[in-house]
């Protein structure tokens, strides 16, 4: 890979001092670059190398300047121009991913608020037409860690939800996206699945999240914060949940002690495969349960 013609694409008569690959990622290869710049000011970027990146070049441009935590981004070459394969250039995201939170209540408080501001964004005045209409996620083919059929039957009695008006939809605001800097939500990254569509699917993927990871309090604090900020109708968010719940199996398949190893090195070695499908079972129990409904 000839990461100075990136560096030099970035950064015109720019001089590349320094590449490291970054972990994380799971659909996209991503690589960090240091340039120094013939002003001898030092720029960090990241290039991201995988699916849809004019779609993510396209949306980060507009989020950006919407004011959300999300990196700037620099280039987008569709392969030939500097690379012989595609590559988006963005700046580089300040923050880490962690799951360890000292202070969960405030984290959940700074998650909602971001994912509040996604919502709030006002489609009608920002071109989001080139973002695909969300689709409901098919149901888990072949064998699967997590029991789904009562789900799948509980979704058929229950037809199609009411809706909310279409929104901005990240499409994956789990944790593992959420960067971290002095106890601030400082980014928001991995738009791959970024779509149309009613806020309440991407509150119950980030609920359910939630709920795996930091526990059945913090989903309710995550949740009580985002319906303050957000006045929809909430009588279908079981639903969603549910589908969120499918969406979970079907990712996870029939590796859910692996699903439970990925947490260890981030500090997390109490998460077991175990705890994750009681958890689910819970999650989706609460869901079959009835309507969540605001706080008042």
Known sequence: ???????????????????????????????????VGPDGET??????RGPA?????????????????????????????????????????????TFVLPDRATAMQQAAAQLA?????DAAQVDF?????????????GATALE???????????????????????????PGNWLWQDGRLAGVIDWEDAA???PLVDLAISRLEVSWIY?????????????????????????????????????????LAGWARFFGPYGREDIMAEGLRGDFEWFVGRALAGPVRPEG
């Open 215 to 255: 526990g059945r309090e913090a989903l309710d604090q995550f949740t009580r914060a985002y319906q303050a900020l957000m006045p929809l109708d909430y009588t279908a968010l079981p639903y969603w949940d549910l589908r969120a719940a499918l969406r979970l199996a079907r990712l996870v398949g029939d590796d």
């Open 129 to 141: 037409s080139f973002l695909p209409l969300h689709e409901n996620e098919h149901s888990p083919a």
């Open 148 to 174: 789904t059929r009562h789900i799948r039957g509980a979704l058929a009695k229950m037809g199609p939800p009411p809706q909310n008006g279409a929104t901005l939809l990240h499409g994956d605001f789990w």
């Open 43 to 48: 720029q960090r970027v990241v290039v991201r």
């Open 1 to 35: 890979m000839d990461w100075g013609k990136v560096a030099e694409a970035v950064v015109p008569e720019g001089r590349l001092v320094r590449v490291r690959p970054l972990s994380g990622g799971i659909s996209a290869q991503m690589t960090a670059l240091e340039i």
């Open 117 to 121: 501001a996604i919502h709030s964004i």
């Open 196 to 198: 149309l569509g009613d």
């Open 53 to 97: 990146l004019e779609k993510q070049f396209r949306l980060l441009s507009l989020t950006h300047a919407q004011g959300l935590a999300t990196p700037r981004p620099l280039v987008f070459d569709a392969g030939g121009a500097v690379l012989s394969e595609p590559f988006l250039a963005l700046t580089f995201q300040a923050g880490e991913m």
